[in-house]
């Protein structure tokens, strides 16, 4: 179907200017029978299960820009990544000339942002759009039209029930509410369809030919019988996989089950990968290494392995890197410098890499309760797809390694021919509804026990599975938060404490928000320090726990010794409660890490002693940030004294800080490394930087003329907001 067809639905035809503008002409089969299937008269819902690259994007977007056009209102985007959000931005940007205003929003889980009142598309996560339904943000009202991109993920344990309950909610908030479900294929997907009353469009179709296969002894076996010899480059068998198709100019993606196996590979290709690049592109890779080495001020030792593996035309990506290193790794694959890219399986959502081969070397990996298990055939299928993408290659290959010839069959069984599984909410466990059914009273969908279970009846699970499971869980749940004092029972109806809707907007477990109030109560009557709230905080479940080691259980045991006069929850005994004794320990394991990261430790260090790379120590630190955040704000509802203390804390760690240093952080530009620099240099308040010159300032290492005079101008008031208002925020200190 040419896209000047699209008139005949009602598609304007600067609408169809701006896809042709963007080499879109012709429509995919997919997309076009949603068209035919009426996708465009917005009277109902549609779920798309379709296989990867096949372009559900673009359905999403005429859906919504029709939508916009017609009737007004506003389109919720939800992805389960942020990276895929930046991804979809850039891709929406092009409607931004027909006046559709586009705009993203994944972080700050205490906000309504009412500046996307304000937008028409808005792109988000499930958790920051669940976040927004506790806040009650108005605009969610004008919602016509959901898209739940990768709406499969309802299969996953940790984020499933979160996507699943805020499209209720917003089916329920809003009754005209149009869903657009797009799901990989999966078993089950008319089930999906059934439950959100929509029609189903299923297809086999997709634009670039993949062609699956498992290699094995130097040939790979195709799905089509076919077989073909694997060129001997090196003796690495892996390497020569990886490399045929860049001889030709193509690139590979590995992936591997652990980040230090995308390390090993990625390091260990780039002593041959180093052969395939141009002089021109030598020039651009030593750029791009230089960058991802200095996004750290102090570079650590997996900034230094990423920057040599770049140089040589290779690259790893996990979540152990920053973020901007990860973008940068991710963009320099898409400009087809970096050649060979190893990764771990999140790369593999909903991304668009210029892979004409996947290489998938392991079909197992490690599951905390259940050992090694063997990986869901939809995720490698996920994995297979992101090979063959229409914008960058015209075929596509996806390769899985096999160790034996009867493994080569197993997996050709198991995995290259095998249909994805059917999914399964995963909302029926207790830990899940507590957060539920306590936001659920708080934002009034309902009041009552039997207003929990009617909501609750419309969710995936409900449909699913037996209704008489859930129920059991929500009044466990309910219990627990009554005992607890988040909601209390007045007659037939439920209403939330003060407490109960606190907590459900700062977007925290209840348990957490239970934790952290007794551990202020605790605090009120008693001398504490930093390492009082760094243990309220590591019991929470967010923070979760960290591996204990042998060699752990005597130095976390020595630590809480030493500080034993602090600790707000004593040492239980190992002999007794041998349970709690273990639980107890690795929570100081946490608290040791952050007490390490506030005395300014290397990040070298923290690798070398907790195995956490940059990415890790930004997770963390965010998460630690947000509950010392939540403990502050629960310490003001129970009028708890001591919150300066949280919030310098909260400073020191959001910043990796000694306390001395919290003046001078408040500068912009100035992070742990440059304010230790400054001060070693008897920098040590900002009125002693006034005092300086721009010459003087520029000669402590790490700052420079350029720092030095925004520092300046920071100080004589001149400049932007952003250092004037850190310093009034912290002006207390
Ligand atoms: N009709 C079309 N003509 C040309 N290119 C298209 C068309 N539709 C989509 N594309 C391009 O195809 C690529 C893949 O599309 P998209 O990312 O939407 O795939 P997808 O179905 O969401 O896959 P995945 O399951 O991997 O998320 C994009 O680069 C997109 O621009
Ligand atoms: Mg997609």
Request: with cysteine; hydrophobic share 40%; aromatic share 8%.
């Amino acid at each position: 179907m040419h896209v000047d067809e699209l008139v005949d639905s009602g598609i304007p035809t600067r609408v169809i200017e701006v896809l042709k503008d963007n080499g879109i002409t012709k429509l995919y089969p997919p997309q076009r029978d949603a068209v035919y299937e009426g996708l465009l008269d917005l009277k109902e819902s549609f779920v798309i299960a379709v296989p990867t690259a096949s372009g559900k994007t673009l359905i999403a977007e005429l859906l919504m820009v029709k939508s916009i056009l017609d009737r007004g209102g506003k389109c919720l985007y939800i992805v389960p990544l942020r990276a895929l959000a930046n991804e979809k931005l850039e891709e929406f940007r092009k409607y931004e000339k027909l006046g559709i205003r586009v705009a993203i929003s994944t972080g700050d889980y205490d906000s309504s942002d009412p500046w996307l009142t304000n937008y028409d598309i808005i792109i988000t996560t499930s958790e920051k759009a669940d976040s927004l339904l506790r806040h009650r943000s108005e605009w969610l009202g004008m919602v016509k039209v959901l898209v739940a991109d990768e709406i499969h993920l309802i299969n996953d344990a940790g984020r499933g029930p979160t996507l699943e309950v805020t499209i209720a909610k917003l089916r329920h908030l809003n009754p005209q509410l149009i869903v657009l479900g797009l799901s990989a294929t999966i078993k089950n997907a008319d089930e999906i369809a059934s439950w959100l009353n929509a029609k189903l469009i299923k297809s086999e179709w997709r634009p670039v030919t993949l062609r699956k296969g498992v290699y094995f002894n130097g040939e790979i076996l195709f799905d089509d019988s076919s077989i073909i010899e694997v060129e001997p480059l090196t003796n690495g068998e892996l390497f020569n996989l990886a490399l045929e198709p860049v001889k030709e100019s193509g690139q590979s993606l590995v992936f591997v089950n652990t980040r230090a196996s995308t390390e090993r590979f990625a390091l260990d290709i780039s002593r041959i990968s180093k052969k395939f690049i141009s002089n021109s592109e030598t020039k651009a890779l030593k750029d791009i290494a230089d960058e991802a080495l200095n996004v750290l001020a102090e570079p650590t030792r997996i900034c230094k392995r990423l920057s040599k593996c770049i140089e040589c035309g290779s690259a790893f990506h996990h979540a152990g890197l920053a973020a901007e290193q990860r973008r940068i790794v991710e963009e320099a694959f898409k400009n087809n410098l970096i050649k060979v890219l190893s990764a771990t399986p999140t790369l593999a959502a909903g991304v668009n890499l210029p892979a004409r081969r996947v290489i998938i070397r392991d079909y197992k990996r490690y599951e905390p309760s259940l050992g090694q298990s063997h990986i869901p055939v939809l995720e490698i299928h996920q994995m297979c797809g992101r090979a063959g993408r229409p914008k960058y290659d015209e075929y596509g290959e996806a390769i899985l390694v096999a160790k034996s010839f009867d493994e080569r069959s197993f997996l050709l069984d198991n995995y290259i021919l095998a249909e994805p599984e059917a999914i399964y909410s995963k909302l029926a466990m207790e830990s899940v509804l507590r957060v539920h059914t306590l936001a659920t009273i708080v934002t009034g969908f309902a009041n009552t026990k039997q207003g929990l279970i009617d909501f609750f009846s419309k969710t995936f699970f409900s449909f699913q599975q037996d209704p008489w499971v859930l129920e059991g869980a929500i009044m466990k749940s309910l219990e627990f938060l009554m005992r607890e004092s988040l909601l209390e029972e007045k007659g037939e109806y439920i209403t939330p404490t003060p407490f109960g809707s606190r907590t459900s907007e700062l977007y925290i477990d209840p348990v957490s928000a239970v934790i952290l109030r007794n551990a202020l109560f605790k605090a009120r009557d008693r001398d504490t320090n930093e390492i009082s709230y760094l243990q309220a905080i590591a019991g929470t479940p967010e923070l979760g726990k960290m591996y204990l080691r042998k060699k752990d259980y005597d130095a976390c045991l020595e630590f809480a010794y030493e500080h034993e006069n602090y600790l707000l929850f004593g040492i239980p005994s190992e002999i007794i409660d041998p349970w709690n004794f273990e639980e107890f320990l690795s929570n100081l394991k946490t608290v040791m890490f952050f007490k390490d990261w506030i005395e300014e430790v290397s990040e070298e260090f923290l690798l070398k002693k907790y195995n956490l790379g940059p990415g890790d120590i930004h997770n963390k630190v965010e998460l630690a940030d947000w509950l010392l955040y939540s403990m502050a704000e629960i310490g003001k509802l129970f009028k708890i004294p001591k919150i300066r203390e949280v919030l310098k804390l909260r400073v020191r760690v959001k910043h990796g800080i000694k306390e001395e240093l919290l003046p001078l952080i408040t500068l912009r530009g100035i992070g742990r490394a440059r304010a230790r620099r400054l001060f070693a240099r008897g920098y040590r308040t900002l009125g002693d930087i006034r005092k300086a010159d721009v010459k003087e300032l520029s000669r402590v290492e790490m700052i420079g003329e350029k720092l030095a005079k925004s520092i300046k101008s920071q100080l004589e008031g001149k400049e932007e907001k952003v250092g004037i208002e850190r310093q009034s925020r912290l002006a207390d200190f």
